[in-house]
């Protein structure tokens, strides 16, 4: 049963545009993370988020970034998408995170194409 | 620096059968956490079974098993008595004690025929 819960399920922007992608989970999870997922599959950490500490790849590019009310929900911001955005985003939760190997659970994604 | 390789793009099987993924990884650390997850058609990625390094016998959960084999750094997923819902993407990770970060393979594509 989903305990994980990403709106929207598909999105379809121009270049340019600024995006809001939304991320609940239900299991009471202490850390929650974005993934991005290409066309090839590959899965790449965008960020994590932990009791207020945030995460982040090194390698993501600064119009991302994750916005977190309380443990329960982290949304990913785009402010102005580029044609290699175009991806799925996935959501995931874990218990514990951090130093401690938990296992994750994922949303459904979202998918994002840019015109 | 930490890498997961699952050299097998695609593996075609006929149900009922069994079926070897491999996955190899390359870490310093002493002590690590192996995953194997499974994405589904609809997108959805779940956990299937997990092998801590320090564990020696080799993790079981329903019809999925492992393969550690710690020497040469593989963690090959069996699925026994395979179904037509076992088609899926099958991703291998491996997690540290050195750096928190989930490190992902490339995934395995696998399909099951009637």
């Known amino acids: 049963e989903t305990a994980v819960f990403q709106t929207p399920n598909y999105h379809v922007t121009q270049v340019g545009n600024e995006v809001s992608f939304n991320c609940k989970q239900t299991?009471?999870?202490?850390?929650m993370y974005w993934y991005k997922q290409d066309s090839k599959k590959l899965l790449k950490i965008m960020f994590s988020?932990?009791?207020?500490?945030?995460?982040v790849n090194e390698t993501v590019p600064r119009r991302f970034s994750p916005q977190s009310s309380d443990k329960a929900h982290l949304n990913l911001r785009i402010k102005s998408v580029e044609p290699e955005d175009s991806a799925v985003y996935l959501c995931a939760s874990s218990s514990l995170g951090g130093r401690y190997a938990e296992t994750l659970y994922f949303g459904s994604g979202t998918r994002l194409t840019v015109l | 620096a930490q890498k997961v390789t699952q050299t097998q793009t695609s593996i075609s099987v006929v149900e009922k059968t069994t079926v070897t993924m491999d996955c190899v990884y390359e870490?310093?650390?002493?002590?690590?956490?192996l995953f194997w997850y499974k994405q589904t058609a609809s997108g959805e990625i779940v956990f299937l079974i997990r092998q801590d390094s320090y564990k020696k016998e080799n993790a079981t959960v329903g019809h999925y098993s492992l393969n550690f084999q710690k020497p040469k750094s593989s963690i090959g997923l069996i699925i026994t008595a395979t179904q037509i819902e076992d088609s899926a993407v099958y991703f291998c990770?491996?997690?540290?004690?050195?750096?928190?970060?989930?490190?992902w393979g490339s995934g395995t594509k696998l399909i099951i025929k009637p």
């Open positions: 990770a491996m997690r540290g004690d050195s750096n928190y970060q989930l490190i």
């Open positions: 988020y932990n009791n207020k500490q945030l995460i």
């Open positions: 299991l009471g999870h202490d850390t």
């Open positions: 870490t310093r650390d002493s002590s690590y956490f």
